[in-house]
């Protein structure tokens, strides 16, 4: 518990303000479960990596070493090195903060304009609503990696636009999410009785209607992280993401695959990292969810 | 508390009964020492208000504590044997057969993908008391035992194509499938109408006298208890304040509660106005609320004629009195409240405020008439957003209309607060940690803070407990001769109507049937239906005793 007591402090910070305010953080760090901690500890380690990698790691993640090739694991190259001899664990650390930043602007896009478009349509009236319903029912059905790589050939190459053709392939769950809490709350008594007491549209809906009914979609944010972080280490690993030499862990994959037979480090490693960051961010939005309800 | 053995060896013997649960600070206890007993065919009357362990006493009898409930110490004896401490295999064997219980809420005690057939069938199947191809023929004569209608018909049905009533019929015919000694009944009624409340009632009380059951009978209504129990045990904050003969405790109650409760129950109280009492009536000829020939018709989906919830509706309500708007739900008395505080266009039909005629009102003109007329929601748990803390709430209204500063309109707030008698420490809470009464309060504040002049309370004290209701109803009378309010009470109750109200009309399937001044319609009704539901007020034996 102490190694997630010191990394709680920076890394989260925000999420315990929070807990902070609703009941001790003391009560709720005891009644913590053991995933979750862990999932803490995982999303922890990785924005720490993309705000000060140089803490994590002296290597170059650039610039190759003559003669230190595809080496394996050891002490002093903790995951090996590359086909230039670059250290792998720096590459993966240093290449946390374009994957990162590349996931929030995804969600952050997603999360804006979908919010935007589902309040609009749950509380205006049935035609604007079935246009907009429509037209998020047409995004939907294209495949997302299918839409995200149409939009990159249109924006052209590069981690931003990567970021924004993820971003557009989640608008539609979002409009979907929101729209769906916004008619439940416009349905209750206490909306009602906001327009009873003189509320303009305006006013209720920023008042009453936003704040009941973004909690599952703050939720479903959380969810939609971790898939972005896959979503772009999937168009990255394509070659659709950020130009080499970036060490954007997608990127990171795609090159390894040409040595897995020899250098199977050079795939694995940024994989589970992969991995780990999705689980972490998968178990971290259950709880909002749990927390909400 | 000691126990007079009676002439019969008791069916249910409860005694020094405490329960606790446990809860994240520790246990909590919430039944504490309670001791009763249950001859054979005797209905037995467990009343108290929200809170007062009621329900929870009646749940350990069949094993149906929730998760984090425990008994304590005690035994419950039924014929003699310890079943408080019985596994739940053991007490399947008991639940059903020889103790069986009819839940509170019909709407969500059946389960709604199965036919009412299957689910009355499976006990039969559970017990194995019949071979299949008996269970058919039984389950119909049962159902039409308890009173349906086409009972072959209603087997095949699901629950969602039956009335409240007949639901609640459907889990009396499961509760006595297989003669139990024990019926226990957990607030059978407080879901219907009141003429459906009677009807179930007396369904109760007949299939009691015909089987020879036992009935415990669990009930906030002092008036239900004191018309169907021989007995009557008075709980309050999970211990007994008394207990003995209906006739008995309702003649000379012992303890102070009990005739707290006495005085607050609606079907025993007097009316509070009488015509005499308030001159205004007679004297003052201002028409605050008309309402003429009102129609609203729905169209209904897939085609079809139009269904008229309201048809030709008139009325009038004369400043500074309370009208009440009388009927059973589908009677339309909400559609016509919603078309007066202008929620919804009336079909046809005129609707005038203070002169203000509202079916012409849109936009910012229906924005300031909402001033003048507050409407107090039925459901207090769901008119106040769970975000906002009670002073938000009540500030609101005044942040839409008035430019006041903010201390202006916090310091009109508190003032308003604590005219409805909400503790102070209370102003910073949100409504999920205050209680029903309380709530209620908060939601007649946020009506008078812009001292509009009509205030419509759609029954709004009918989810509350009688003793809240009652100071709930205290309060609207002191804020009418205080403010000069006029309200238009809404309430299936005729009991509460009778108590607060100085005209009422009396709705059927959207037609007027009845209407007057209170003492002229409760004392000539013009439609059958009026003196049904003037039947149907419970506690008239006690008024009869009287």
Known sequence: MTTFETLHEDAVADARRESNRRSSAASRLRRLPVGLALSWLILGTVVLWAIAPSLFSAFNPLQGVGGEQLQRPSAEHLLGTDALGRDLYARIVHGAVHSLTGAFVAVGLGLVLGTALGVIAGSVQRRLDDAIMRLVDVLLSIPPLLLSLSIIILLGFGTVNAAIAVGVTSVAGFARLARAEV?????????????????TFASVLWRHVLPNSLTSVVAFAALQFGSAVLQISTLGFLGYGAPPPTPEWGLLIAEGRNYISTAWWLTTAPGIVVVLVVLAANRVSQSFGKVAA | MTVIPGPFPPVLEVENLCIAYADSSGERRAVHDV????NPGEVVALVGESGSGKTTTAQSIIGLLAANGRVERGSIRLNGTDIARWTDRQLDTVRGARISLVPQDPGSSLNPVKTIGSQLGEIFRIHGALRSDEIEARV?????????????????????????????????????????????????????????????????????????????????DLGVAADRADRIVVLKGGRIQEQGATGAVLAAPRSPYTRQLLADAPSFTAPLRLAAVRPSIASAPDDIVVVEGLVREFVREGGGSALRAVDDLSFRVRRGTTHAVVGESGSGKTTTIRSIV?????TAGRIAIDGIDVSGLTGEGLRQFRRKVQLVYQNPYG??????NVLQIVTEPLTNFLGLRRSDREEK?????????????????????????QRQRVAIARALVLDPQLVVLDEAVSALDVSVQARILDLLDELQSDLGLTYLFVSHDLAVVRQISDTVSVLKDGRLVDGGTVSDVFENPRSDYTRELINAIPGRKRRAAA
């Open chain 2, 35 to 38: 001791s009763f007993r249950i």
């Open chain 2, 413 to 437: 707030a508190r003032t308003i607060l604590a005219r409805v008698g909400l503790p102070e420490e209370a102003l910073g809470r949100r409504p999920l940690a205050l209680s029903g009464g």
């Open chain 1, 183 to 199: 008619v439940r709350v416009r349905r209750s008594d206490y909306v009602e009785a906001a327009f009873g007491s003189g509320g």
């Open chain 2, 383 to 388: 008119s106040l957003d769970p975000r906002q």
């Open chain 2, 140 to 220: 119909i004569s049962l159902l039409a035992r308890v009173g349906l209608s086409e009972p072959a018909l209603r087997a095949r049905q699901y629950p969602h194509e039956l009335s409240g009533g007949m639901r609640q019929r459907v889990l009396i015919a499961i509760a006595i499938a297989l003669k139990p000694q024990l019926i226990i009944a957990d607030e059978p009624t407080s879901a219907l109408d009141v003429t459906v409340q009677k009807r179930i009632l007396d369904l109760i009380d007949e299939l009691r006298a015909e089987y020879g059951a036992a009935v415990l009978l669990v009930t906030h």
């Open chain 2, 342 to 346: 202008g929620f919804d266009r009336p």
